[in-house]
């Protein structure tokens, strides 16, 4: 999940990637190894130097730093520490490039994929 500035970025009223997929990463990207990283207590192990954001790792995915409601307002609540699966999933279209990941999350909560107007078009 991507979110910039403005108020009105698609993904704070939507947090669809947070509760479809699940979020794994090198455990070197968690606390203690890094400090600054993912809180330990959020994350369970998948597998040996594997990490999961706690949560995620399950039939129904849905991440525990996520806060409020899918497709209605969200926030990550550890967004300046959040892992690099975070950080690579680009919302779609919002540096012109279609995000397959982006569009199946949103169709998993009848969520219209956004398209190149959305970055153009207040929403
Ligand atoms: S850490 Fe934050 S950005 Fe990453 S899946 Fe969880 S809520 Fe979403
Ligand atoms: S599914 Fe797409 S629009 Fe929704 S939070 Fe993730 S990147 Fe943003």
């Known amino acids: 999940m991507t979110q910039r500035s403005a108020i009105a970025h698609p993904c704070l009223s939507c947090g669809a990637c947070c ?5 794994a990463f090198h ?11 993912v809180p330990e207590a959020l ?10 954001m706690r949560g995620t790792d399950a039939r129904d995915p ?11 307002a969200v926030h990550c609540r550890i967004y300046a520490a959040r892992p690099s699966p975070c ?5 779609s279209y919002e540096d012109g490039t279609h995000s ?14 956004l398209t190149p107007a959305t970055w153009t078009q207040p929403m």
């Open 19 to 23: 509760a479809a997929f699940r979020v």
């Open 27 to 37: 455990w070197s990207e968690s606390a203690p190894a890094d400090p600054g990283g």
């Open 43 to 52: 994350t369970a192990p998948v597998r040996p130097h594997v990490l999961a």
């Open 62 to 72: 849905h991440c525990i730093a996520l806060e409020g409601v899918v497709g209605q």
């Open 87 to 91: 950080r690579e999933l680009q919302a």
């Open 100 to 113: 397959a990941q982006c569009d199946r999350a949103r169709a998993r909560y009848g969520l219209a994929p």
